[in-house]
């Protein structure tokens, strides 16, 4: 199967981004449809979607959607696509901290795109990490991979079509956010440490593409 070519610079990103969302639109099923379970199967907090996550073959790259409980989000929020690059991008490199937990996925953290209950993107968060149990590194070092966040056959093999190829682009469109966004994180990381459960959210900025 050809690997879809997708734009690399922001400008022609954000064209692709409004074509996918005009397709997903004469389709009827907006993004966060295409995750969610289908009736009569329910939608459980915490849980990922899909199930296993939703991985890119050809890049390693994933994505999962979640959501906490009511009393745990913002107002009128739904929940977010946490999004990650393979461990096997840092090689050579030591991270900043590793996972706690038995058997981790190799995976490095990223960001996180929030959802509302309108299924609208809002804004984009970078957690610290206790809350992924990710190997974490540097901004620069993370930055200096972005290329390689590249999903767009994500969450094809489990029947969810465009996810992949949607996250992809809203973060090539957006790369400028992101890489201030994982700046700041450092900031604050600077403050506390990567295991302090009271600091969630280390970083956040407006989805504005």
Not at 4 to 12: F, M, Q
Not at 41 to 57: L, R, S, V
Not at 112 to 121: I, N, R
Request: with cysteine.
């Amino acid at each position: 199967m050809a690997r879809p070519k997708l734009p690399s610079n922001s400008d022609t990103a954000l064209a692709e981004l409004i074509t996918l969302s005009e397709t997903m639109a004469g389709e009827g099923r907006m993004l966060i449809e295409r995750v969610l379970p289908p009736p009569p199967e329910e939608f459980t907090q915490w849980a990922h979607y899909p199930k296993g996550d939703a991985i890119d073959p050809d890049s390693g790259a994933r994505w999962f959607y979640h959501a906490h409980p009511p009393e745990q989000r913002e107002p009128k929020e739904h929940g977010h696509f946490h999004m990650f690059l393979p461990l096997s991008a840092f090689g050579g490199l030591e991270p900043l901290a590793t996972p706690e937990k038995d058997d981790p996925a190799k995976v490095v953290h990223v960001a996180a795109l929030c959802f509302d209950t309108d299924g609208l993107p809002t804004h984009w968060i970078a957690t610290n990490q206790w809350v992924t149990e990710e190997f974490m590194y540097p901004a620069e070092a993370i930055i200096a991979r972005l290329d390689g966040l590249d999903m767009p056959r994500a969450g094809e093999a489990k029947g969810i079509a465009y996810l992949g190829k949607w996250l992809t682009c809203a973060l090539r469109a957006s790369r400028d956010d992101i890489e201030a966004l994982l700046l700041r994180r450092d900031d604050a990381l600077a403050q506390t440490t990567p295991r302090d459960h009271d600091a969630e959210i280390l970083a956040s900025l407006p989805f504005r593409v």
